[in-house]
């Protein structure tokens, strides 16, 4: 066997792996959606194929580092004028240079047709969004269900007890969601539809049972009028009523990001807009 033709291959094979996993880590939902919805691909998680692109990665630099050494000479050929001197900024260095700051120029800058590259990159994390759902807060699938049944207003007993009825009974309630999933072969999401019914009541501000936090949870744009209601038990109407005051319209089937962009703002400032009138009850 020659070591040559073992590390082309390998080059070869190796960028093969990248590609594929560049294109599903590409089209694949954000990290906190794909956490919460337990997505998979062939079995295997968003940080299984991260993993994968990133070890894979090391191994096409290696040999194709090894490659250059094999490969020393045809390429430092082309590098030389037609003296036969070798020169670095030859024609076709220069043009290959070019290549390469236009392409990272223009991402950075996030000019068409590279901007393009990136909306698309977007549009799959949205629709990967949409269909998974979003999670409350970042990683809350890492919380343990005492600690998330407090941040969403859940009686703790009640949780538990329809877990038990739903067949998936929890022993201890530091016990993470995470966890709680895997044992039952659940995504995190699922287990939170479970204990859903277990959200405590509190009409002391005018049906509003409580007050959105200072920072909108990671996701909250991607977020329809109605589920961001749903989810933080807000009057729907009254919170489309006043926004009409305040010269934004709303619909309950459109997301905070569109409804922001609809009424030239941003959901950072939509939802503080929201945030003042449920404070206002």
């Not at 299984?48 to 290696?62: A, E, P, S």
């Not at 223009?106 to 949205?126: E, H, I, Q, R």
């Not at 807009?273 to 404070?279: A, D, G, K, P």
């Amino acid at each position: 066997m020659k070591l040559r033709k073992i590390t082309s291959l390998t080059a070869m094979l190796s960028f093969a792996v990248m590609i594929l996993t560049s294109i599903i880590l590409y089209v694949v939902p954000q990290g906190r959606v794909a956490y919460w919805a337990d997505w998979r691909l062939w079995g295997l998680t968003k940080t299984d194929w991260g993993n994968i692109h990133i070890v894979v990665g090391l191994l096409f630099l290696l040999t194709l580092g090894l490659h250059l050494y094999y490969n020393w000479k045809p390429v430092v050929s082309y590098l030389k004028n037609k003296l036969k001197q070798v020169k670095v900024f030859t024609p076709e260095f220069n043009v290959a240079l070019v290549i390469t700051l236009v392409f990272a120029v223009g991402t950075y800058l996030a000019v068409p047709p590279f901007s393009y590259v990136l909306s698309l990159n977007a549009y799959f994390k949205d629709i990967g969004a949409e269909k998974y759902g979003e999670p409350p807060y970042g990683h809350a699938e890492l919380s343990s269900l005492k600690t998330f049944a407090a941040k969403m207003n859940l009686d703790l007993e009640q949780s538990m007890d329809l877990l038990g009825k739903a067949g998936y009974a929890v022993e201890d309630s530091e016990t993470t969601l995470e966890s709680i999933g895997r044992q039952y072969g659940l995504p995190p999401q699922a287990i939170y539809e479970v204990i859903k019914p277990a959200a405590m009541k509190d009409e002391s501000s005018d049906g509003q049972t409580a007050l959105l936090p200072d920072s909108p949870p990671p996701g909250t744009g991607n977020l329809t009028l109605a589920d961001f209601c749903t989810q933080f038990s807000l009057n729907m109407k009254l919170v489309v009523r006043e926004l009409k005051k305040l010269n934004i319209k709303a619909s309950e089937e459109l997301s905070l990001k569109k409804i922001a962009e609809d009424n030239n703002t941003n959901p950072i400032d939509l939802y503080e807009r929201i945030r003042e009138i449920v404070q206002k009850g």
